[in-house]
């Protein structure tokens, strides 16, 4: 099946100036999509899940749950202009989101393949502002904390 993907992805490419599969593949996984009967719409999807992910992940940062140790452990190691950019990244990766179920809902192949393209380009953008933040909150384990510090914020 994956091979069918990769033709009608390609055929499509053509069309309408794709990236790459090889490209977009990596990053979204479309050879895994089942049929490609919706084609377009399907990789949709995919970009819609992952950037659902890491919208709810920034979330989960930026309006903690204050039961969550690990994300109040993080979030201190975070200046406010830190926080202001992270939820600057939200709500770029909302707009995204939004983008993508107005497309999904149009059903139209020209408008799906335009936000594909986009979409991508941005990604690639996005995706290094957020290795940037989840490269600080892996770092953030590595520091010196007591537990009371850690556990004041739950009092």
């Not at 377009?40 to 989960?60: N, Q, T």
Request: hydrophobic share 40%; glycine share 2%; aromatic share 12%.
């Amino acid at each position: 099946m994956a091979e069918e993907i990769q033709r009608e992805y390609e055929s499509l490419s053509k069309k309408y100036r794709l990236p790459k599969f090889k490209d977009i593949d990596l990053i979204f996984e479309i050879s895994t999509i089942e049929s490609t009967a919706f084609l377009l719409r399907d990789i949709i999807g995919k970009i819609a899940d992952k950037i659902d992910y890491y919208a709810k992940f920034l979330e989960e940062f930026l309006q903690p749950d204050t039961s969550s140790l690990s994300t109040m452990h993080e979030i201190r190691f975070f200046s406010d202009s830190e926080k202001a950019r992270i939820y600057a990244l939200y709500k770029r990766l909302m707009k995204l989101d939004r983008e993508a179920i107005e497309v999904y809902l149009i059903a139209d192949e020209k408008n799906e393949a335009v936000f594909i393209g986009n979409t991508f380009n941005k990604w690639m953008e996005i995706k290094k502002e957020l290795l940037e933040y989840v490269k600080k909150m892996k770092e953030s384990w590595d520091k010196e904390t007591t537990m009371e510090e850690d556990l004041g914020y739950l009092g």
